[in-house]
């Protein structure tokens, strides 16, 4: 196996094929794998490398050197036990972070019984990501590593004329702004100078905690 493979996709389904597509129109090298020759084909143009194998024999996983890569997800569909049992295998091999897809709250329960570093449930996901549109005014996305972090864009109103250095927003809020965008511009400015004056109607692109941000007024 070469050693420029970091991430793998056990399961090329729907979910588990956009993830590794997501991943290598990125620029990651994804390595996939599943026992359906279909699944298997219609990867083959977009990921790095493709294996079909039965992820669910530990001498398998052993011999494609899944043991090498730093991320797998288990993809396999509604398959319980078979997710739950290459999750163990993974785990024992030594990959550090193993994320899978559940498919309820349960399967979930199980999975971090074993030990999963991440368990992911696309229809929460989807369900949350929809509800926080409404609630969150300025919302983009969760931070991946931290649920209670998200990323949001805040309207600047009463901090006009002043600098992101004056506003201290990381030692005031703990928030960190990452983007800013001029007030009828389409383009964002990424990792802004901190003596740039902000004007009204301006946008900032933060990260920081839901609890925190909702109390903020830009």
Known sequence: MTKFIQVGVIGLGKFGYKFGEVL???????LGVDLNPKYVHQAQSIFTQVLQADATNKEALVQMGIADLSHVLISIGDSIAGSAM????????????????????????????????EVVIPEHMAARQL?????????????????????????????QGKTLRELNLTNQYRIQVIATR??????????PKADDTLCEGDVLVVIG?????EKISS
């Open 24 to 30: 290598t129109n990125a620029g990651v090298n994804v």
């Open 86 to 117: 290459i999750a163990m295998y993974l785990k024992e091999l030594g990959v550090p972070l193993v994320w899978v897809k559940a498919t309820n709250g349960d399967h979930a329960k199980l999975l971090k019984k074993i030990g999963v570093d």
């Open 131 to 159: 509800a926080n549109r409404i609630t969150i005014p300025g919302f983009i996305d969760h931070f991946p590593f931290n649920k209670e972090m998200v990323v949001k864009e805040m309207i600047i109103l009463q901090w």
């Open 182 to 191: 001029r007030k009828g511009e389409r383009e964002y400015t990424f990792i």
């Open 209 to 213: 905690e839901i609890n925190l941000l």
